[in-house]
């Protein structure tokens, strides 16, 4: 992967519009960059439904003890993500660290 690649890739895991932006590059970019990239914008959007959609919601249904705590664990697992595959694609590795073949 070039490093071009590897930005694209690293940075559509914070900034889901990056990710899209990655993926209508011409030329396009490495294979495992456009997953990066399709990850990325994927993540984001899922992010984007879980905390202004689900979670109004949620608050109402769960109590304030119980929401505040599951609103944590899911903030948390989104951000493990988010950092383990940024770190994946600044190292040229493949979503969770997979292998990369070409």
């Known amino acids: 992967m070039?490093?071009?690649?590897?930005f694209f890739g690293a940075i559509a895991w914070w900034i889901g519009?990056?990710?899209l932006i990655g993926l209508l590059l011409r030329p396009p970019l490495h294979p495992a960059a456009r997953v990066h990239c399709l990850g990325g914008l994927i993540f984001n959007l899922a992010f984007f439904v879980l905390g202004w959609v689900l979670f109004?919601?949620?608050s109402r249904a769960l109590g304030a003890d119980l929401f505040s705590a599951v609103r944590c664990a899911v903030n948390l697992?989104?951000?493990s993500v988010a950092i383990a595959n940024t770190a994946?694609?600044?190292t040229g590795r493949g979503i969770f660290f997979s292998e990369v073949s070409g």
């Open 2 to 6: 070039t490093p071009k690649d590897k």
């Open 88 to 90: 994946a694609a600044l």
């Open 56 to 58: 109004p919601g949620l």
């Open 17 to 19: 519009l990056v990710g």
């Open 77 to 79: 697992i989104f951000l």
